[in-house]
């Protein structure tokens, strides 16, 4: 049940991920043109590509870890299945551990800058830094929810 509510959540997670980067690509296409085709400067594109390229971005990390898509460095590789399920736990444990503390600092960290304002777009720059904890915090989910499996991407 839960590990189904968390594998829809993953899809909008990767839909919004997909969302943003296509309308980055889209913004760097019409900014291109505007600038060297037409001589126009439209100046809140840039920081609009760059605020989609970092929720694009931090979002494809929960969806990358749900279909164990992360990369594996595997420097005491075993055959042993007790040893290599006790290097499974501790791997999980740590990257739990490691996401817990950048959400609880990301979110921090977002708060921060919720009284400064972008310059180019006038919004709050806590939407420049609110993918951090939402990433990570999601990535907390997703690694103790998502279904059992070694990662396809590893260097093993």
């Not at 972008?118 to 939407?127: E, Q």
């Amino acid at each position: 049940m839960l590990q189904t509510w968390v594998g829809r959540l993953v899809g909008v997670t990767r839909f919004a991920a997909a969302s943003a980067f296509a309308a980055m690509i889209v913004l760097t296409l019409v900014q291109v043109i505007n600038r060297y085709a037409l001589g126009w400067s439209m100046f809140w594109t840039e920081e609009t590509i760059v605020l989609l390229l970092v929720w694009a971005m931090l979002l494809g990390l929960p969806v990358q870890l749900w279909h164990h898509e992360e990369i594996v460095v595997d420097v005491l590789p075993t055959d042993n299945p007790l040893v290599q399920r006790l290097k499974d736990g501790t791997n999980l444990a740590c990257s739990v551990a490691f996401c817990g503390v950048l959400a609880w600092a990301g979110y921090a960290f977002a708060m921060r800058g919720l009284p400064v304002t972008s310059p180019a777009l006038g919004i709050s720059r806590v939407w420049f830094f609110l993918p951090i904890p939402l990433s990570a915090a999601l990535s907390v989910l997703i690694l103790l929810t998502r279904p059992a499996g070694r990662s396809v991407g590893g260097f093993d």
